[in-house]
Structures are given as structure tokens and as C-alpha cells.
């Protein structure tokens, strides 16, 4: 079982920045695919980033290319995503997610394919 805890989110204004943390309890020798999904009021939860178990391969989808970057610090088991020039529509509840995976460069985009969910945390961009 892998749990998933996200902190880093709070109230910025239009152009901020904020870096979301996901810290994972990974059981040593497994090796994960990671994500971050989002979900704003009364919509459904959307793909947002996702890598490969390595973290050398990233997918963004086109509302964050160029704004938003995923990485990883393997030594403390956490990943991170650095959200820059943030605008009013990114306000949603930010969702760390996690499946096994094994395939170098295969990414998971879609909420089915994850197994493991974190509670997520409130990012609001004010205008």
C-alpha cells in the first residue's frame, strides 16, 4: 500500500507561484508512475502531469505547458510540482496520484489507472 500526503497549496494572486508537494511512502524495490490531476468546483477532475517511473519522461497537458514542471527527489521520496504564472482558472483541488509501472517512458493520464490517491490540497488564484 502506498499512501500519498500533498501540502504546498494556499491563496496566490494571478501571475504568482507555488510548489505543491507530494511526499509517497514507497515500498522499496517497486517502482511507480506518478501524476497530478486537479479538480475545480463542479468539474470534473482533469490530467494535469504525468511522468515515467524513471521521472526522465514528463507529459503536461497544454493548459500548463511552459507554466508547470513535475520532478522528483528520489533520497526523500517526494515529488514536486512547481506551478509559475498561475492564473484564475488553475483554482482547483490538486491530486497526487500513483500506480505501479515498470515501462520506461509510458505515462498514465487517466483517473482509472491510479491506484493510490492522495487527499489533495486547495491551490486558489486570485484575480
Known amino acids: 500500500q502506498v499512501q500519498l500526503v500533498e501540502s504546498g497549496g494556499g491563496l496566490v494572486q494571478v501571475g504568482g507561484s507555488l510548489r505543491l508537494s507530494c511526499a509517497t511512502s514507497?515500498?522499496?524495490?517497486?517502482?511507480?508512475?506518478l501524476a497530478w490531476f486537479r479538480q475545480a468546483p463542479g468539474k470534473e477532475r482533469e490530467f494535469v502531469v504525468g511522468d515515467d517511473w524513471t521521472g526522465n519522461y514528463t507529459y503536461y497537458a497544454d493548459s500548463v505547458k511552459g507554466r508547470f514542471t513535475l520532478f522528483r527527489d528520489n533520497a526523500k521520496n517526494t515529488a514536486f510540482l512547481q506551478m509559475n504564472s498561475l492564473r484564475p482558472e488553475d483554482t482547483a483541488i490538486y491530486f497526487c496520484?500513483?500506480?505501479?509501472?515498470?515501462?520506461?517512458?509510458?505515462?498514465?493520464?487517466?483517473?482509472?489507472?491510479?491506484?493510490?490517491w492522495g487527499q489533495g490540497t486547495q491551490v486558489s488564484v486570485s484575480s
Open positions: 514507497e515500498r522499496a524495490g517497486r517502482t511507480y508512475a
Open positions: 496520484a500513483a500506480r505501479l509501472s515498470d515501462t520506461v517512458g509510458y505515462y498514465y493520464w487517466q483517473t482509472y489507472e491510479f491506484d493510490y
